[in-house]
């Protein structure tokens, strides 16, 4: 008889922790402002607080599905949320930078155990005519929480301190870790495979060096010149390559690479990553535009952003149960014409645009990347066998946050050579409403980018279908 599980305490266990974790991720983005000022630190230092941030989890990601395999569930949970309170009671305290970047480090290594941990579990203990509504609780989580952080960062930071970030996360984390030591159960097989030191180097080197590079392009004035910037994408991509090799020639790999020659799983990764670049990339040109190209403060710009992630949570756990019904096919293409239509219109978007205008084009934007979502990521990790799990979860994730990293990189270069471009033509480029204008020319390169890669990812939805496979998952519920 197939063992029974209490999948709603589980998956509240997991979604709660996961959510602050992802909230934290975010909501200090919008005081890195302040913080430069009460640290006296320059802008490249406070960056880091972001940029630390990404390169402990694109280091963290790949080494994932050894760690699935090697710890239990229960252990793999408790190490990840303790590392997120820690972190999180460390940042809350912190009276300088230093004290605060570990905590962000900590932080990181919480959400780097826990991420692929939800999805892996989701895996397991539902069966696969009910994953779309418990991946869309997931995605609901993964897209939410983060767009949330600016708006409640920016409300705390506007009536308190930026350490209010932190201490009304703790007591959620504490509930969370509660719920998961009394329901959490080990539902995964631990096979405790060979360690391979040199995979694991190389991957971290690779995979390292690549999302360093890219957050480093996306921040200073120098950005892709920038010999750090060169120097570290040429390394992280030598290592990648002899990674790759590696792990093809060894009979027990760290990160099992046959999950590509599933077509499904590789139609729904190369979808989620182009979501997550489009997603990082309005993420930030967005905010940058309404208050330099409209002169918004940073708590309306955050209430502005409101509506869409709002919106885009409220229906994730529907598109979840329609994928369960009628597959990915049609909410994908929809999503996908939806977002190419809304990127269009962003590129229309000027300094004397309209607040609901703005606000309408950026809710489309959500609920396109919505539907695509939790159905391409479903259906792709459906099609993969029980044994592959841990390694797709792995590979989606480190190429998600890839996908996060480039984008950001990618966004910034193309507004800051769309503004110099502009500027450089004007008859008057220091004066507000020229470079209002320069922000608005630049924003819409962004955005002209962004479309060209929804319309290519529209062609590669028509060739999406439906996985029905027969794999016998353990101990899985009825």
């Given amino acids: 008889m197939k063992k029974q599980y209490n999948t709603r305490a589980i998956l509240t266990a997991l979604l709660i922790s996961g959510a602050v974790g992802m909230f934290n991720e975010t909501a200090l983005n919008i005081a890195l402002t302040n913080l ?40 793999l949970f408790i190490g990840s949320v303790m590392s997120l309170i820690v972190g999180t009671l460390i940042a809350a305290l912190a ?27 989701v895996l397991i203990i539902y069966p696969q005519e009910k994953r779309g509504a418990a991946m869309g609780l997931v995605s609901l989580v993964i897209m939410v929480a983060p767009a949330s952080g600016p708006t409640i960062g920016g409300l705390l930071i506007e009536y308190l301190t930026w350490h209010y970030i932190f201490w009304y996360s703790l007591p959620l984390l504490v509930i969370g870790l509660l719920i998961g030591l009394k329901y959490l159960e080990n539902v995964t097989e631990v096979t405790k495979p060979r360690i391979d030191l040199l995979s694991v180097l190389l991957s971290t080197i690779g ?5 360093f590079g890219f957050s480093k392009a996306g921040e200073g004035s120098e950005g892709w010149s920038s010999m750090a ?11 990648l390559v002899l990674f790759i090799l590696r792990q093809n020639v060894m009979r027990d790999p760290m990160m099992n690479l046959s999950v590509f020659k599933y077509p499904m799983y590789v139609i729904g990764m190369l979808l989620i990553m182009s979501c997550m670049l489009i997603s990082m990339s309005s993420t930030i040109i967005l905010p940058m535009f309404l208050q330099t190209g409209k002169g918004m403060s940073v708590l309306i710009t955050g209430l502005m952003l409101l509506p869409g992630s709002v919106l ?55 609920v396109g990347i919505a539907l695509i979502w939790t159905p391409a990521q479903t259906n792709g990790l459906n099609q993969l066998p029980p044994e592959l799990y841990p390694h797709g979860t792995a590979v989606m994730n480190t190429l998600q946050q890839v ?4 984008g950001t990189a990618v966004a910034i270069s193309i507004l800051t050579g769309g503004m110099d471009n502009y500027l450089h033509g004007s008859p008057a480029p220091t004066k507000q409403i020229e470079i209002a204008n320069a922000m608005a020319s630049g924003s819409h390169n962004v955005f002209l980018f962004a479309m060209v890669i929804a319309l290519v990812n529209l062609i590669m939805g028509f060739f999406i279908h439906r996985v029905v496979t027969n794999h016998k998952v353990m101990n899985s519920p009825h």
């Fill in 36 to 75: 430069i000022e009460v640290f006296q630190i320059s802008a490249a230092t406070a960056q880091w607080l972001t940029t630390g941030f990404m390169l402990t989890l694109g280091i963290l990601m790949p080494i994932s599905g050894l760690l699935l395999q090697t710890f239990s569930m229960r252990k």
């Fill in 207 to 211: 995979f390292g060096g690549v999302v």
């Fill in 312 to 366: 885009s949570g409220i229906i994730q756990p529907y598109v979840g149960r329609l994928f369960d019904k009628y597959g990915p096919k049609w909410l994908v293409i929809p999503g996908l014409v939806i977002l190419t239509v809304m990127l269009w219109f962003f590129t229309t978007m000027s300094p004397t645009s309209s607040v609901a205008f703005i606000i309408a084009l950026h809710i489309g934007l959500t």
């Fill in 403 to 406: 996908g996060g990293a480039i």
């Fill in 95 to 121: 009276f300088n930078f230093e004290m605060l970047m570990f905590a962000r480090v900590l932080q990181a290594v919480g959400m780097g155990l826990l991420l692929p941990l939800i999805f892996n579990t």
């Fill in 229 to 239: 910037v060169i120097i570290s994408i040429a390394i992280g991509l030598v290592a």
